[in-house]
């Protein structure tokens, strides 16, 4: 039923950095496209950025662009989200998703894997 795992998430000041991660228990994600998304309160989920199967192909969302970046750890099954100069607008349930794709797809729908989701927190 778990189909993908985030973690790293929590409250940070203004400025800050976190590192969220994604990982599978049953399969591995090197061959797959992964997605971050993010949802706040009221507001509808939005992409955040994507890392493709043919690494390093990334992709960042205008809002995160230069603050946020994607990388992978094969030998740990791991994928990463590196974020710094956190902002208040960053608040959100952040969720990674994968997608059997070669390339990172410009809709949500594509991604065929999620995970449940980890908080992050910005505020002083």
């Known amino acids: 039923q778990v189909q993908l795992v985030e973690s790293g998430g929590g409250l940070v000041q203004p400025g800050g950095s976190l590192r969220l991660s994604c990982t599978a228990s049953?399969?591995?994600?090197?061959?797959?496209?992964i997605g971050w998304f993010r949802q706040a309160p009221g507001k509808e989920r939005e992409r955040v950025s994507c890392?493709?199967?043919?690494?390093?192909?990334?992709f960042y969302a205008d809002p995160v662009k230069g603050r946020f970046t994607m990388s992978r750890d094969n030998a740990k099954n791991m994928v990463y989200l590196h974020m710094t100069s956190l902002k208040p607008e960053d608040t959100a349930v952040y969720h990674c998703?994968?997608?059997?794709?070669?390339?990172?797809?410009?809709?949500?729908?594509?991604?065929?894997?999620w995970g449940q989701g980890t908080q992050v927190t910005v505020s002083s």
């Open positions: 049953r399969f591995t994600l090197d061959d797959l496209t």
């Open positions: 890392i493709s199967s043919n690494d390093p192909n990334t």
């Open positions: 998703a994968a997608a059997q794709y070669s390339f990172c797809p410009n809709a949500e729908g594509y991604f065929e894997y």
